[in-house]
């Protein structure tokens, strides 16, 4: 990366920590200020990452637009399906970008033998706590599930484990969301913005490679 993508992302990891703390101590009045900071800063690196990879570069950009969109529509106190909507669009970005430069099987096959494992751990328990609590999400988070497994075999396809990592990684954040809302509580809401965050890096990580 250049020196200016380098100090964005810098930045942003401390931003996230920022958040990271502040979503522990359930600061909602500075959560409205510190979560959309990380992705910003992490909108300002992709962008500053030369030389320019073309629709890969803008598939990213778009998905981490998307991505902050996300965060503020899901802001504490705000409701799911509007940032459900904003993630779902940022989905479909990273799987462009991703598909844009498949070079291999093998990461998809590992991301769908993690899939074999996860989702039946914990999907049909997500279902059932939609449908009791929120029958009207059950379609939106039934694609938005779909979403998630075809970003994670899209992932694979890169030939990079950056990209598999932060799908993977992604997946869990949501999963956990999902079981925040339908099901019941979780150990702890850093956590999510933990893994989501870490999700991001490893996609401008990829992207970084792919500029030497």
Not at 13 to 31: C, K, L, P, S, Y
Not at 103 to 131: D, I, K, N, Q
């Amino acid at each position: 990366m250049t020196p200016l993508a380098w100090a964005f992302a810098g930045l942003a990891a401390v931003a996230a920590v920022i958040d990271w703390r502040a979503t522990a101590r359930g600061a909602v009045a500075a959560r409205h200020r510190t979560k959309p900071a990380p992705m910003v800063l992490l909108i300002a690196a992709a962008a500053s990452v030369q030389p320019w990879h073309g629709w890969t570069q803008m598939f990213i950009l778009a998905a981490f637009a998307a991505s902050l969109a996300g965060d503020l529509l899901l802001l504490p106190g705000r409701p799911l399906a509007p940032g459900l909507a904003a993630f779902l669009v940022a989905h479909v970005a990273f799987i462009l970008a991703f598909s844009g430069r498949a070079e291999t099987v093998a990461g998809s096959l590992f991301g769908a033998a993690f899939l074999v494992v996860l989702l039946p751990l914990t999907v049909p328990t997500l279902m059932r706590g939609v449908r009791a609590t929120e029958p009207r999400m059950i379609a939106p988070v039934a694609v938005y599930m779909a979403a998630l497994c075809a970003l994670v075999i899209a992932a694979g396809t890169t030939g990079s484990p950056w990209p598999l990592l932060g799908a993977i990684v992604f997946l869990v954040s949501d999963l956990m969301i999902g079981w925040r809302e339908f099901v019941g509580p979780i150990r702890a809401e850093w956590h999510i913005m933990a893994t989501y965050h870490a999700a991001q890096f490893a996609f401008l990580a990829w992207l970084a490679g792919l500029a030497g």
